[in-house]
């Protein structure tokens, strides 16, 4: 484990909306890079949604993640199950390469956890039809409401908000 050996992992960020190929280049990056982990920020959502809210248990995220990838051996990577739609506590070791992946992590008050960051350059409207297609393709689920009354504003708000392309260390362009 890189915390165990004395190693300090490589923390990358890899924001955009959602959509845009966050969770693709993540899964090409694990076969690039040695020793990879992921860890997914929608795997700390909270329920239930409330409208236009960025719904993620941020404070959890920070604590159970962020401040422990550089000096544990292992860190929480889920705490909510999308299967039972219930409460989970998994965990992975922290490996040499550790890939944060979610809308949201540009934030700058996060910015002292990531040794690089990636903003997924997609224009918010076809991020949104992307998401929405992937939902009911890949899993059989309509989200079109939570796309359009949850997670589509609270992602602009946070893109107005924060203009996390302009913090990013590359664009990486997916369309």
Same mark, same amino acid.
């Given at each position: ?12 960020? #890899?924001?955009?909306?959602? &959509? ?5 280049? $993540?899964?090409?990056?694990? =076969? +690039?890079?040695?020793? $990879? ?15 236009? !809210?960025?719904? *993620?248990?941020? *404070? ?15 860190? #929480? ?8 739609? &219930?409460? #989970? ?15 949201? #992590? ?15 350059? $997609? ?13 009911? !393709?890949?899993?059989?689920?309509? *989200? ?15 893109? =107005?908000? !924060? ?6 260390? !590359? +664009?990486?362009?997916?369309?």
């Amino acid at each position: 484990m890189a915390a165990a050996a004395g190693i300090s992992p490589f923390v990358i960020a #890899v924001d955009g909306f959602g &959509g845009a190929g966050k969770s693709s280049l $993540c899964r090409r990056l694990i =076969e +690039l890079l040695p020793d $990879c982990g992921t860890i997914q920020i929608d795997d700390f959502i909270v329920f239930p949604h409330e409208p236009n !809210v960025f719904d *993620h248990d941020w *404070h959890g995220i920070e604590d159970k993640v962020l401040k422990r990838l550089k000096r544990d051996e292992k860190v #929480v990577t889920k705490t909510y199950d999308w299967h039972t739609l &219930g409460p #989970v506590a998994q965990t992975q070791p922290v490996r040499q390469y550790m890939l944060i992946d979610g809308i949201g #992590v540009l934030d700058p008050k996060y910015a002292v956890y990531f040794d690089f960051k990636i903003w997924m350059d $997609c224009p918010f409207e076809l991020s949104l039809e992307r998401g929405k297609r992937r939902d009911k !393709v890949d899993q059989g689920a309509d *989200h079109d409401e939570l796309w359009d009354t949850v997670w589509g504003p609270g992602e602009k708000q946070y893109f =107005e908000r !924060v203009r996390p392309d302009l913090l990013a260390d !590359v +664009l990486f362009r997916t369309y």
